[in-house]
């Protein structure tokens, strides 16, 4: 603390002197500060009341196009901070599925998680959009968003829908907003498949494997059940995709996952499973808080609209089930594997938000809470039944994605109430609701099931076929990172050779 | 870069020009991209005017109520978005806790940040949220969410309020959206504990007492505070928790860590302390930032209606108190320590942050600078005192929430300004005002404090007489992670014997 | 899982079968749910209809107000929660700074990082707001917030605007709100530079140098072109702020990394260039994924209203810009440097969203994603560039946010289309406006280059000769975070001696 930093300490209170100085005049001032205009304190009541005796004032048609303006806006602004927040579950998919890998692969996940978004909204730009949404057969779109002549079809204020996109017309948000949202939805498909071929697949076969899964099979099936196609018209429901994305998802992922074959050292010849640990738990249950997060955007914001009679609840819904999904997983792993793995545990809360995506607008917050405990127990038992037939799926993501986003989808016509949603989707078998519902839903997991497992399987063929799926062995080995990146994600932790 | 290297880039030239011919079609049609429609360019005024001479037109009970929809939906549209902020808080807990640990004991600290949510999101739906807003005595709510029949209180559009939980009357958002808010506060106050006790506590011990916490203690003195029980009867005020969400969590964590007692090497005999640097300080921070940004929910989002009067005031008086916080800890570290360490600077962080919590509606942004100030001396005082009197907590916990929480309840007493919240709190002493403010502000603090910690070490010695509270010896130095969870945060980077 | 574990068993299965038995009768009643108010579902038209026949209602002056007060409410939302996101970028750049710094400096990294918003938000506050927005010469606004007197410029509902802050005029949110948002920007500025001096500059050094960056030298550029100065008179438009905030930061970061000079090792005596790679690509994808986040906060909300026409929009300018220059570094490095390296492909996503800032709000969907790919190309020949002439940019923030930052700015001279926003920047080159609108821009680019590399020079030269700005040699050596703060990032993991 010699001279230097006598010095030091002088100039940082000289410093802080100076700026009490400046403040000093300001903080003499404090009163008059800016008023709060008074009628607005959150005592006040929120609905408007139409009390006799108050001055009435003429009311035009500029002030009737404001009230409308007032709710497109308000609907558009709920549609864009929604779909930001699930644009942030490609943080959570990237830093979960890192975390669950070696160290030695970690960046080749980071890449993969990263540019598949990128490729995403270039992809359904190009062609997914129109694809999904364009007003074609039952099982095809035929509009391009660019090549149509882009009509917007956002309500002019205060007149009626007319619009190109009609699949989309019953929310009144602009047409980037809806394009926009549902470009967020097809990028989550395509990185559900990351997990799960992670640790073996080329960068460059996944990366041309996300233009056809965005561009081309998400969008065909977004067509059948969101887009007016064929499973819509059946009755099938699927409020925020447990299907539409979740299970898109894992049917491509399996078909990779099995093309691919297993990890070197996953399964041994005599028959034992290896558990080949994450490099770190801590970006794990980071990528799992940032996926619950993200989730509140993913299921209210699926009203696409600031209809305040549904997201609050919707958001209660996802909530409880990620709890109770999270909780069954954490007894079922202490009574069956002895000790609470915490990699369980953060599986059975995303097990709970994947199978209550597509019920969550249409059950009562106890249903919620025992489709989150049913999927917390399916996930562990799922992530032990693919073990046991030797698909090897580094993250989990078969389970977590395809598994309860078949729950989840079967679940919706179980548990659905004809109350919280009039006029869709009917009650479920376990209200009085007929089998009609449940057989939809099924129908809807079994064709979407068997469609995107062959596109998948067929596409997965084709890169094979060209530039290759899987990297060399002794790639592999070393690590996919040197081989398919040129460098390290922890060069000062690993060992060069490794 | 043989024959495979100029294959590969052969194709991937090949893809590249195939995308841009794919675009081209759409980049030459540029004109008919969909035109904004005018009126509502941003340098369009915002406020209606009713300008004479526009042609009137009938104002019909449909319209009032559409009126009253638009401003229902953006108090719940608020109201849920700020709560996902506040939700997301438990990652800033989870990461600036875990990072302040050491490596050995990542796991455990990870799951217990965890598992406390998904246990508090139980917990308060059965038991909570109806003890805390229940119509009940002073002391107690009696009416619990699931049991009472579950009439929604929120406003059908243009009629009076009427519902079974007349506490949270003042906002006129639904149920769900109301029940939701308070849930995030309450997984806050428990997960502030995890800190406290963190490196020796048994996950089980932990996961049993967050029920107790969030189901018991919270909602019961919630009730006293914002449920309309004895402490709001007083007059005591409490914005957005300074005492009701941190001070709550302190007193539990103190009465925790002095339960527990110290870790292992913490303190020698010859009264040495020892510093036992955390393992992450990239974490530690990553950290701190999310729960700045979360508090950017928890402060101006607990107006819980979207009143532009305040929530604008309110962001700036929570981050200037952060930012002061900040400041004032890295030149007490400077001066009294040597050096700025970026520790003591993530905890004065919060420290202003905690003690603004309390009155950040209710002063102007100049005191908020000072609030702050004192805060972030006050935070690296009180981390020295509870080192001194041996209360070990790992992640300072207890001195960033309980001694900021009563700072900020009692500062709300000294600050406060009647202009900002008319016919809320009256003048504080500072201002005016007399000692009547500051005594219901202290009564506050020193009746929840007593409460609160005879609660807790009631449940902690409950659960320590029952399954136990602390981990062997043994596990404890070789860390908890492999006894509590049986996986290593970082398997490839650890030594196994750690 | 002797004795110990069986009770430990039990215990849990005690819990479960407790909390499903108190959960038991709520499970029976799900009947009773809140009922969703039925007019508010998803499917019913949003747009308001006077239709004829329904009762006509009064409409009075408390009903205009409430109109009114919504509108200003919504903008005020908006305004605040996309300043929120942009706030949080600040965790964006302190992880992927850190992330590509080496482990010995990272403490140092992350503490300039994260006082650097706590100095911007005093320093705006006392200084730099005034000298932004108040109503001064064309070169230097003369109001400080606290110092006026403090009248609020927001709108009483219905009345017209009267302010002292009459650059910001246009929206009509509240004065708090606005300065918040502003703030925000303003600290993105100053956070830009730590990148580029990283690994060898004082924290001191740093610390002070924020505060004039902010109180100064920012605000009287933000004067010229957002606060009505002498280049909005010119008619340059910089929409969020390609010059305004990165150009301004790039251009700072140039004269301190000039004057610092490079790290010991970067660039040898034999004109060799040494590549240091930093010691955590998942940090650093991790703080890209949060800054594309943050920035969904930056372009869309720079409208500080809910322009429900233009946000969409933006948000989708934004995100293609982003993907496109994501893609085309991802080529870039491919072709060039033989592997898709991932740091090329995050500076491509940041490259893409820099350039798109200035014109997001003026171009379409196909000229963003050219703008995009063509920021992807700069900023991987910027970077080698830079290394060719030994200025040694850690990050390579120059490259991302000066370089990109002047390409946007003139790509908005270029592609600028007049429908998007009628009455602002008319067309730009590419689409038959003249040369007026681009030379505009060329002189902001170059007026403010030239104000900002100066006035920085000089006050980092009083820092140097003062307190000094470069560590010393042995400390650079050993690293940064012993000597400056005494910690070591990851104490377990790093040798002592490093």
């Known amino acids: 603390m010699g001279k230097h930093g006598r010095l030091r300490r002088l100039f940082v209170v000289s410093f802080w002197i100076l700026t009490v100085i400046v403040s000093a005049p300001a903080l003499a001032e404090q009163a008059p500060q800016p008023p709060a205009v008074a009628p607005a304190s959150p005592a006040a009541p929120s609905a408007p009341k139409a009390e006799p005796g108050k001055t009435p004032v003429p009311f035009t048609q500029e002030l009737l196009d404001q009230l409308g303006g007032v709710k497109v806006a308000m609907d558009t602004v709920w549609t864009l901070l929604t779909a930001f927040l699930v644009f942030f579950m490609n943080l959570g998919f990237a830093m979960l599925e890192t975390g669950f890998c070696r160290a030695k692969n970690a960046v080749t996940v980071l890449a993969k998680n990263f540019i598949v978004f990128a490729v995403s909204s270039l992809a359904f730009l190009i062609l997914g959009f129109g694809i999904m949404f364009g007003d074609g057969t039952p099982f095809f779109g035929t509009q391009g968003l660019w090549f149509v002549g882009g009509t917007d079809n956002s309500p002019a204020m205060g007149e009626a829908y007319k619009g190109v996109y009609a699949a989309l017309n019953w929310t009144g948000t602009p047409l980037w907003a809806k394009f926009f949202f549902q470009l967020v939805f097809a990028g989550t498909a395509a990185t559900i498949v990351s997990g799960a071929v992670a640790e073996r697949i080329k960068f460059g076969a996944f990366y041309i494997f996300s233009f056809f899964m965005v561009g081309i099979i998400y969008p065909i099936v977004g067509h059948w059940i969101w887009g007016g196609g064929w499973l819509a018209k059946l009755g099938m429901f699927d409020f925020a995709g447990s299907t539409q994305v979740h299970s898109i998802g894992g049917w491509a992922a399996l078909a990779g996952a099995m093309m691919l074959g297993p990890r070197i050292g996953k399964y041994t010849e005599d028959g034992k499973i290896n558990p080949i640990p994450g490099h770190s738990i801590a970006l794990a249950t980071l990528g799992t808080f940032v996926l619950w997060f993200g989730w509140f955007g993913f299921n209210p914001g699926s009203t696409m609209a600031a209809d305040w009679s549904a997201i609050g609840r919707i958001a209660v819904t996802t909530n409880t089930a990620a709890a109770a999904g999270a909780v069954a997983a954490s007894i079922m792993a202490w009574l069956f594997l002895g000790k609470p793995d915490l990699t369980m545990i953060l599986n059975g809360s995303l097990a709970g938000l994947v199978a209550i995506t597509a019920p969550c607008a249409f059950v009562s917050v106890p249903s919620s809470l025992i489709i989150g405990l049913i999927a917390g127990i399916l996930v562990v038992l799922s992530v032990l039944f693919f073990d046991k037939v030797k698909v090897d799926d580094p993250v989990g993501a078969i389970s977590v994605h395809l598994t309860c986003g078949v729950w989840g989808t079967l679940a ?46 067929i596409f997965w063929s084709l890169i094979k076929a060209t530039i290759g799926l899987r990297v060399p062995r002794e790639e592999e080995m070393e690590g996919l990172d040197i081989g398919e990146h040129g460098i390290m994600a922890y060069p000062e932790f690993q060992a060069p050779s490794r």
Chains 1, 2, 3 share one sequence.
């Open 412 to 457: 919706l016509g179980l548990f659905a109430q004809e109350q919280f949603m009039p006029g869709t989707t009917g009650d479920g078998l376990f209200f009085g609701g007929g089998l009609t519902r449940f057989l939809a839903q099924l129908t809807g997991v079994v064709s979407v099931g068997i469609f995107v497992f062959v596109a998948s399987w």
